[in-house]
């Protein structure tokens, strides 16, 4: 085989480049997120439940938060009737954050651990939090 | 073939790491446009495209005058331009490549860049112009590679290469139209608001891009063995002229239509470009410059015991070039800027950013020109003697 | 079987090249569209209807200083419009400028004094023919059916040919990051982001809630809203029974804010009638 010294380092070099998140990573424990749901607004709901139910809003909320976006610009259509029937007025800054008015302990929590940054805030403008 | 381009003289590394090194500056500047915004470059509420717009119109047409060695040699069996033609094809894949990157760093959200695809819009001249300048690039880069790869075997290309080939010719035209409709369909823009506009883009084009090309050719012969041919050089020589000719024509053609008629909105823009508006006249040497340059090469390219002369004709393809990118270029652009829609004028310079960002978007353009030509003139010494038939 | 290595790489790319067409193709067309069903979309209750809105400029009611103040903070203010104190980076969604700039060509030397410097109320003229809706790439500014000209700033990327196209000068790109130039954020209402064109809106928020724009809300009636192609709409009256202008109507791009002059009434008999 020609090149062997050449072909055996390049593959060393790739190998260490690609392993580089796990090895880099060795020792580094992240806690599961828990994000916080005790704002001042959620613990006097009645019904401590978000326009759709937990599990989907867990999965599916940055297409539901594209849908309203698309629906309130777009169409004009600011009023959104969930699957139970309810009504809620489509604004991210003055519905989604008025529960969650808490985005460092909801919002950022499990973004910061997927590694995701959403790009909302850059406009929307995010709740004053309390410093605690 | 690719390889031929990874072996090469000292001369040429020291070239390509120079390059290189441009390039590395010009992104590390980008990197803080992208960061701060375009607030970092000299564009204003008012005068809203300058240089970067400016050299992605002037690229276009670069790249569309391949097709004016590509009609004599494939439509008319012009078997002079049989060596150069290769080299006509890369410069397009190269000024084509510049073209996207001024549009992409001239973008406020570059990464947004893929909605054009996403929410295609047949009503915007820009979606249609990303169309064909992504198509001329793709037909570019198959031809060229075609061929020369046919070249290197001593075949003819394969028999699906010409009907490409022939595609390109009108696809060639149509990239240089379509960016001339950019701008000359906007209501209350007066200076771009002509129908010559798509011709006279077509004639400077046709003018600029093959004047660079015998620039270029020059330069190929000089430090390599490869030889694209004296009378192949010429007759680019003839091409260059006319069209340079009809270039000036038709900016003369505006200016009457303009001076005459004085309408307001018609002169004023000539008037800041040449003479300088309510005081403001940053851009009336430049302007001038090019008018002069323009004269002198026309001067030098319309006798032919001049053009004859090779380095005079160099001379006369350097003033023109320098003079169509002064026009093309800068004043173009800016000219539809100024006075604005309030008839107030603002005036426009590039910053430094802008400007070494600029150089830097050349500078890729000039090291895949390089590469290409490396790998084309590689082939062409190795089969040096052997006669080409396509 | 037997393959040759230049066959073996022409299947091997054309496969690859085949897969990645179809997991794209198949992954954009299996984003959900309406992924829940019983879910809905609609208009708000209180939201104001029209087919075209409209305003009219009466500056005969525009006076003092502040009467021109009023108005144009009540709109840069709520829409959280950064002040850059700098005409390079400037954004301005409702602003003030002469006679002479707002209608260039129109002006004569020998105009009433009042009509050459009093500064006229200058926004996006919602242009029922719009040249900006008609060159964006992405359709992120699009008329909606209420005739607005609106646009999308999550779409947007920033390649200005609107501003190049508008020949009224509404549009506004966002050369800094807007943030640090608010003094006030309004926290109801979203800022911009660097690399985006923006400009006034009509309020289609506050017109969401039963509102009148800002500006028409903060003016003491010199600023008429309305649908104009209802005959029966308050700016269809004016129109009917005042002289009104257009900011270079001749273009073809049918703005449709008009603008009633403040003539003296000695140049026009019968003009205080208007009043």
């Given at each position: 085989?020609?090149?062997?010294?050449?072909?055996?380092?390049?593959?060393?070099?790739?190998?260490?480049?690609?392993?580089?998140?796990?090895?880099?990573?060795?020792?580094k424990v992240s806690a599961k997120p828990e994000?916080?749901?005790?704002?001042?607004?959620?613990?006097?709901?009645?019904?401590?439940?978000?326009?759709?139910?937990?599990?989907?809003?867990?999965?599916?909320?940055?297409?539901?938060?594209?849908?309203?976006?698309?629906?309130?610009?777009?169409?004009?259509?600011?009023?959104?009737?969930?699957?139970?029937?309810?009504?809620?007025?489509?604004?991210?800054?003055?519905?989604?954050?008025?529960?969650?008015?808490?985005?460092?302990?909801?919002?950022?929590?499990?973004?910061?651990?997927?590694?995701?940054?959403?790009?909302?805030?850059?406009?929307?403008?995010?709740?004053?939090?309390?410093?605690? | 073939?690719?390889?031929?381009?990874?072996?090469?003289?000292?001369?040429?590394?020291?070239?390509?790491?120079?390059?290189?090194?441009?390039?590395?500056?010009?992104?590390?500047?980008?990197?803080?446009?992208?960061k701060l915004g375009l607030g970092i470059t000299?564009?204003?509420?008012?005068?809203?495209?300058?240089?970067?717009?400016?050299?992605?119109?002037?690229?276009?047409?670069?790249?569309?005058?391949?097709?004016?060695?590509?009609?004599?040699?494939?439509?008319?069996?012009?078997?002079?331009?049989?060596?150069?033609?290769?080299?006509?094809?890369?410069?397009?894949?190269?000024?084509?490549?510049?073209?996207?990157?001024?549009?992409?760093?001239?973008?406020?959200?570059?990464?947004?860049?893929?909605?054009?695809?996403?929410?295609?819009?047949?009503?915007?001249?820009?979606?249609?112009?990303?169309?064909?300048?992504?198509?001329?690039?793709?037909?570019?880069?198959?031809?060229?590679?075609?061929?020369?790869?046919?070249?290197?075997?001593?075949?003819?290309?394969?028999?699906?290469?010409?009907?490409?080939?022939?595609?390109?010719?009108?696809?060639?035209?149509?990239?240089?139209?379509?960016?001339?409709?950019?701008?000359?369909?906007?209501?209350?823009?007066?200076?771009?608001?002509?129908?010559?506009?798509?011709?006279?883009?077509?004639?400077?084009?046709?003018?600029?891009?093959?004047?660079?090309?015998?620039?270029?050719?020059?330069?190929?012969?000089?430090?390599?063995?490869?030889?694209?041919?004296?009378?192949?050089?010429?007759?680019?020589?003839?091409?260059?002229?006319?069209?340079?000719?009809?270039?000036?024509?038709?900016?003369?053609?505006?200016?009457?239509?303009?001076?005459?008629?004085?309408?307001?909105?018609?002169?004023?823009?000539?008037?800041?470009?040449?003479?300088?508006?309510?005081?403001?006249?940053?851009?009336?040497?430049?302007?001038?410059?090019?008018?002069?340059?323009?004269?002198?090469?026309?001067?030098?390219l319309v006798f032919p015991s001049i053009r004859?002369?090779?380095?005079?004709?160099?001379?006369?393809?350097?003033?023109?070039?320098?003079?169509?990118?002064?026009?093309?270029?800068?004043?173009?652009?800016?000219?539809?800027?100024?006075?604005?829609?309030?008839?107030?004028?603002?005036?426009?310079?590039?910053?430094?950013?802008?400007?070494?960002?600029?150089?830097?978007?050349?500078?890729?353009?000039?090291?895949?020109?390089?590469?290409?030509?490396?790998?084309?003139?590689?082939?062409?010494?190795?089969?040096?003697?052997?006669?080409?038939?396509? | 079987?037997?393959?040759?290595?230049?066959?073996?790489?022409?299947?091997?790319?054309?496969?690859?090249?085949?897969?990645?067409?179809?997991?794209?193709?198949?992954?954009?067309?299996?984003?959900?569209?309406?992924?829940?069903?019983?879910?809905?979309?609609?208009?708000?209750?209180?939201?104001?209807?029209?087919?075209?809105?409209?305003?009219?400029?009466?500056?005969?009611?525009?006076?003092?200083?502040?009467?021109?103040?009023?108005?144009?903070?009540?709109?840069?203010?709520?829409?959280?419009?950064?002040?850059?104190?700098?005409?390079?980076?400037?954004?301005?969604?409702?602003?003030?400028?002469?006679?002479?700039?707002?209608?260039?060509?129109?002006?004569?030397?020998?105009?009433?004094?009042?009509?050459?410097?009093?500064?006229?109320?200058?926004?996006?003229?919602?242009?029922?023919?719009?040249?900006?809706?008609?060159?964006?790439?992405?359709?992120?500014?699009?008329?909606?059916?209420?005739?607005?000209?609106?646009?999308?700033?999550?779409?947007?990327?920033?390649?200005?040919?609107?501003?190049?196209?508008?020949?009224?000068?509404?549009?506004?790109?966002?050369?800094?990051?807007?943030?640090?130039?608010?003094?006030?954020?309004?926290?109801?209402?979203?800022?911009?982001?660097?690399?985006?064109?923006?400009?006034?809106?009509?309020?289609?928020?506050?017109?969401?809630?039963?509102?009148?724009?800002?500006?028409?809300?903060?003016?003491?009636?010199?600023?008429?809203?309305?649908?104009?192609?209802?005959?029966?709409?308050?700016?269809?009256?004016?129109?009917?029974?005042?002289?009104?202008?257009?900011?270079?109507?001749?273009?073809?791009?049918?703005?449709?804010?008009?603008?009633?002059?403040?003539?003296?009434?000695?140049?026009?008999?019968?003009?205080?009638?208007?009043?």
């Amino acid at each position: 085989m020609y090149d062997t010294g050449k072909i055996i380092f390049g593959i060393v070099i790739f190998v260490l480049f690609a392993t580089f998140p796990f090895y880099s990573n060795i020792g580094k424990v992240s806690a599961k997120p828990e994000p916080k749901l005790d704002t001042p607004v959620i613990q006097q709901l009645a019904e401590k439940k978000c326009v759709e139910s937990k599990e989907f809003m867990k999965v599916e909320h940055m297409q539901l938060l594209n849908e309203w976006r698309d629906s309130a610009i777009r169409e004009g259509r600011r009023v959104y009737i969930n699957s139970e029937g309810k009504e809620f007025k489509i604004s991210l800054q003055n519905t989604c954050m008025n529960c969650h008015s808490n985005k460092k302990e909801f919002c950022d929590k499990c973004h910061n651990y997927a590694a995701v940054k959403p790009y909302c805030w850059t406009c929307h403008i995010e709740p004053k939090e309390k410093q605690l | 073939m690719f390889e031929k381009a990874l072996v090469g003289s000292k001369r040429y590394w020291t070239w390509v790491i120079v390059l290189l090194a441009v390039i590395g500056i010009g992104f590390i500047t980008y990197l803080q446009q992208f960061k701060l915004g375009l607030g970092i470059t000299g564009l204003s509420r008012d005068v809203s495209w300058g240089l970067y717009i400016g050299q992605f119109t002037f690229l276009v047409g670069v790249a569309a005058s391949a097709v004016m060695l590509v009609i004599p040699y494939y439509l008319h069996d012009f078997k002079k331009f049989g060596k150069i033609v290769i080299l006509g094809e890369f410069l397009a894949v190269s000024a084509v490549t510049m073209c996207i990157l001024f549009i992409f760093v001239d973008m406020g959200q570059p990464m947004r860049i893929m909605n054009v695809i996403l929410h295609p819009t047949p009503n915007s001249i820009m979606f249609w112009d990303s169309v064909v300048l992504g198509g001329y690039l793709g037909l570019n880069i198959i031809i060229g590679w075609a061929t020369l790869h046919a070249d290197k075997k001593g075949t003819r290309p394969a028999a699906w290469v010409k009907p490409l080939i022939y595609l390109s010719i009108p696809w060639a035209i149509s990239i240089h139209t379509v960016t001339a409709f950019l701008y000359a369909g906007l209501p209350g823009r007066h200076f771009w608001l002509s129908a010559i506009m798509a011709a006279r883009f077509l004639a400077s084009a046709f003018a600029g891009g093959p004047a660079l090309l015998i620039i270029l050719a020059l330069i190929v012969r000089k430090f390599t063995k490869f030889d694209p041919g004296k009378e192949a050089i010429q007759a680019i020589g003839k091409i260059v002229t006319y069209a340079m000719i009809a270039n000036v024509f038709f900016l003369l053609l505006e200016i009457f239509t303009a001076a005459y008629s004085s309408i307001p909105g018609h002169t004023h823009p000539f008037k800041y470009l040449y003479f300088g508006l309510e005081g403001h006249a940053r851009l009336v040497p430049l302007m001038w410059a090019s008018s002069i340059l323009a004269i002198v090469s026309i001067v030098l390219l319309v006798f032919p015991s001049i053009r004859k002369n090779e380095s005079m004709l160099a001379l006369a393809c350097i003033a023109l070039f320098v003079s169509l990118w002064i026009d093309k270029g800068f004043g173009l652009i800016i000219g539809g800027f100024v006075p604005n829609m309030f008839e107030k004028v603002t005036e426009y310079w590039p910053t430094l950013p802008e400007t070494i960002i600029t150089i830097s978007v050349w500078a890729v353009g000039f090291l895949i020109l390089t590469i290409l030509y490396k790998v084309a003139v590689s082939v062409r010494e190795e089969t040096a003697g052997i006669e080409l038939e396509h | 079987m037997s393959m040759d290595r230049r066959e073996f790489l022409k299947i091997a790319g054309s496969s690859t090249f085949l897969a990645t067409i179809g997991i794209g193709a198949g992954w954009i067309l299996s984003r959900p569209g309406e992924f829940l069903e019983a879910s809905q979309f609609l208009q708000t209750k209180e939201l104001l209807k029209a087919k075209q809105w409209a305003m009219v400029v009466d500056m005969r009611k525009l006076k003092t200083e502040e009467d021109y103040k009023k108005v144009i903070d009540a709109c840069h203010r709520i829409h959280n419009v950064p002040n850059f104190d700098n005409p390079k980076d400037e954004v301005k969604w409702i602003w003030l400028d002469t006679f002479e700039h707002a209608f260039p060509g129109q002006e004569s030397e020998f105009m009433p004094e009042q009509m050459k410097h009093k500064p006229f109320v200058l926004l996006c003229n919602h242009c029922e023919n719009p040249p900006c809706v008609r060159v964006c790439p992405t359709k992120a500014t699009f008329k909606r059916k209420d005739g607005i000209t609106m646009q999308d700033l999550h779409r947007c990327i920033g390649c200005r040919y609107c501003m190049a196209a508008c020949p009224f000068g509404a549009r506004s790109f966002n050369y800094r990051d807007p943030r640090p130039a608010i003094k006030e954020p309004n926290p109801e209402y979203p800022t911009r982001m660097i690399g985006v064109v923006e400009k006034c809106t009509f309020c289609e928020e506050r017109l969401a809630k039963g509102q009148m724009p800002a500006c028409v809300e903060a003016s003491n009636g010199a600023l008429v809203f309305g649908d104009i192609s209802d005959p029966n709409s308050e700016v269809r009256k004016i129109l009917n029974t005042n002289y009104t202008i257009r900011r270079k109507a001749e273009l073809g791009t049918r703005p449709v804010v008009y603008y009633i002059l403040d003539i003296p009434t000695s140049v026009v008999p019968g003009g205080e009638g208007n009043v």
